[in-house]
């Protein structure tokens, strides 16, 4: 834990039941205490409401130091979609409870401020998300990877990449998956994730090229072949895939909210359905496939995501530390 390799500090974790890749941290909070008191920090930064994030957040308060929490999961959504909404309420008031404790809280977007005000949240900033779009470029676009899923260079390609779990809407996924096909029958539709509903997906949807997570050159390569970008979630506080397809100049489907909201333009640079509204999102899609050819929508598409650097986002990090430091300075005197 820390910024730098000679600032570790192990401990133990839990895995996340059905997400193998995600383990919770697990530390009391007077060890956290003891390690900030011997090398103190000016600020922390917590990224998760869990465990771990529930001991830092009580042993910074203790030694005054200025925390900053992150909001990256929509956890009542998540019940719900996980038939757990006997928990929604519950999570959502752990959740509040845990960033009240915290000095400022950070959302990826205007959205998810503005939820979280009516709920009682104070102290929010919007952090919004980068993207490194020298990866993903639409010049990574290859003819063999086309080929491998057995695609001339007309013939649409839909993908969709994230996380293979309820959460994600998949029944609306695999609805629209099937019209595009229904529209072009030579439509090949591809996903790239993994999670506890991958297995699932694939054996319901046999017409669909299933590739676990994939990183790197190779992701960039699938986004950059591909033509669309079909994005059902509705239970997003950003969606950083939404903003790599930007990048990698495709014809973007999404609801209008979240990252789609902020960097989306209808029919400049993507399209946009109104949240929840499931027909027309199906419809967007039918209006994808007859854009893909235009090459102004897509070059605008690239443009868009270009101008979102992470160092944008660095600066912007380091400018909320640095008052919410100044703050606790001035507290203290």
């Known amino acids: 834990m820390g910024p730098h390799a000679d600032s570790e500090l192990k401990m133990a974790s839990v895995r996340v039941p059905k997400y193998a890749s995600v383990n919770l941290g697990l530390i009391t909070q007077s060890r956290l205490r003891k390690y900030w008191q011997k090398s103190r920090p000016d600020v922390i930064y917590i990224a998760g409401e869990a465990f771990l994030g529930a001991s830092a957040v009580k042993a910074a308060s203790q030694l005054e130091i200025p925390t900053i929490a992150g909001y990256h999961t929509n956890y009542d959504q998540y019940a ?36 979280l005000q009516e709920l009682g949240y104070n102290d929010l900033h919007v952090l ?38 309820p959460e994600k809407n998949l029944t609306l996924l695999s609805q629209a998956f099937r019209k595009m096909q229904e529209i072009n029958p030579d439509t ?9 509903s ?38 997003e506080t950003f969606g950083n895939t939404v903003t790599e397809a930007l ?13 789609a909201q902020m960097h989306i333009e209808h029919k400049v640079n993507g399209l946009l359905a109104d949240y929840g509204n499931e027909q027309q999102f199906l419809q967007r899609c039918d209006q994808a496939m007859r854009l893909i050819s235009d090459n ?4 605008a598409a690239h443009r868009s995501a270009s101008k979102l650097t992470w160092h ?8 909320i530390s640095e008052k919410l430091i100044k703050d606790q300075e001035e507290s203290s005197q």
């Open 296 to 299: 102004s929508l897509r070059s």
């Open 80 to 115: 719900a979609n996980w038939k757990m909404k006997f928990l929604a309420a519950r999570a959502t008031r752990y959740m509040v409870n845990f960033h009240k404790r915290a000095t400022a809280t950070v959302v990826p977007s205007d959205s998810v401020a503005s939820d």
């Open 188 to 196: 090949r539709c591809v996903i790239v994730g993994d999670g506890p």
């Open 128 to 165: 919004g998300r980068g993207v490194d779009a020298e990866l993903f470029h639409p010049s990574k676009r290859s003819l063999d990877r086309r080929s491998e899923w057995g695609v001339k260079n007309d013939t649409p390609v839909a993908l969709f990449a994230s996380r293979i779990s």
């Open 198 to 235: 991958y297995d699932r997906f694939k054996r319901e949807n046999p017409n669909v090229i299933c590739y676990r997570f994939k990183h790197g050159e190779e992701l960039a390569e699938i986004y950059a072949s591909a033509d669309i970008m079909v994005f059902p979630s509705v239970t």
């Open 247 to 259: 990048a990698s100049g495709l014809v973007v489907v999404a609801y209008d909210y979240a990252a």
């Open 312 to 319: 944008t986002v660095a600066q912007r990090l380091i400018d």
